[in-house]
């Protein structure tokens, strides 16, 4: 199994990034996804998840209404659009396959004017 996220990097507080993370070694489409992210000092939370087909997603209420996650089963990929972003967004942001331990490497978000 191998995740590769890609798309982290410094941006100013209001603006926006798309992180993607591409998957490899087993059966996507049949898997739920999730992006976590730790901050500096802080735990590893949950921001956002999705289901196999896409149909039921959640959110971190924090980032509700500015972030949104997709998938496409095809191109074997999740992504991230975080619009809006705030300095408090900046970590290290991972996909993970939902009920599996299966993380990527992490791509780093920071948000800094």
């Known amino acids: 199994v191998q995740l590769v996220e890609s798309g982290g990097g410094l941006v100013q507080p209001g603006g926006s990034l798309r992180l993607s993370c591409v998957a490899s070694?087993?059966?996507?489409?049949?898997?739920?996804m999730s992006w976590y992210r730790q901050a500096p000092g802080k735990e590893r939370e949950l921001v956002a998840s999705?289901?196999?087909?896409?149909?039921?997603?959640n959110y971190l209420d924090s980032v509700k209404d500015r972030f949104t996650i997709s998938r496409d089963n095809a191109k074997k990929t999740v992504y991230l659009q975080m619009n809006s972003l705030k300095p408090e967004d900046t970590a290290v942001y991972y996909c993970k396959v939902t009920r599996r331990d299966y993380w990527g490497q992490g791509t780093q978000v920071t948000v800094s004017s």
């Open positions: 070694g087993f059966t996507f489409s049949g898997y739920g």
């Open positions: 999705i289901s196999s087909t896409g149909t039921s997603i």
